[in-house]
Nanobody, 125 residues
Framework: QVQVEESGGGLVQAGGSLRLSCTAS????????MGWFRQAPGKEREEVSC???????YYAEPMKGRFTISRDNAKNTIYLQMNTLNPEDSATYYC???????????????????WGQGTQVTVSS
C-alpha cells in the first residue's frame, strides 16, 4: 500500500520562504517520479514542480527561479524549497508519487499516481 505524506506548510508573509517535505512509502522510491501540485479555492489543480527518478526536474513557469525541488532517496523524501513567496502562491500543495511522465517541459500525472492529503500554504500580503 502506497502512502504519501506532506509536511511543512504554514503561514508566511510575502517575500518569505517555506520548505515542504513529502515522504512516500510502499513503492520503490528511487525509481519513482515525484512531484508537487497545488490547488487554490475555486481554481483547478496545477503543476508546481516535478522530479524524475533520474533527477530531471520540471518547474511551472511562475515557479522558475523561486522554487527548488530535490529528493533524498535514502529518506524516501522529496522537498520543495519555496522562496520569494507571494499571495498568489497560497494554495493546498499536494505531493504526487509515481508521476507518469516527467521532463524539463512537462509533468503528467495519471490515474496510477498516488496523492497525499495536502498541506496548506498561506502567504499574507
Amino acid at each position: 500500500q502506497v502512502q504519501v505524506e506532506e509536511s511543512g506548510g504554514g503561514l508566511v508573509q510575502a517575500g518569505g520562504s517555506l520548505r515542504l517535505s513529502c515522504t512516500a512509502s510502499g513503492l520503490t522510491f528511487a525509481w519513482a517520479n515525484m512531484g508537487w501540485f497545488r490547488q487554490a479555492p475555486g481554481k483547478e489543480r496545477e503543476e508546481v514542480s516535478c522530479i524524475s527518478w533520474t533527477d530531471t526536474t520540471y518547474y511551472a513557469e511562475p515557479m522558475k527561479g523561486r522554487f527548488t525541488i530535490s529528493r533524498d532517496n535514502a529518506k524516501n523524501t522529496i522537498y520543495l524549497q519555496m522562496n520569494t513567496l507571494n499571495p498568489e502562491d497560497s494554495a493546498t500543495y499536494y505531493c504526487a508519487a509515481s508521476v507518469t511522465s516527467v521532463s524539463r517541459s512537462h509533468c503528467q500525472p495519471s490515474s496510477s499516481t498516488y496523492w497525499g492529503q495536502g498541506t496548506q500554504v498561506t502567504v499574507s500580503s
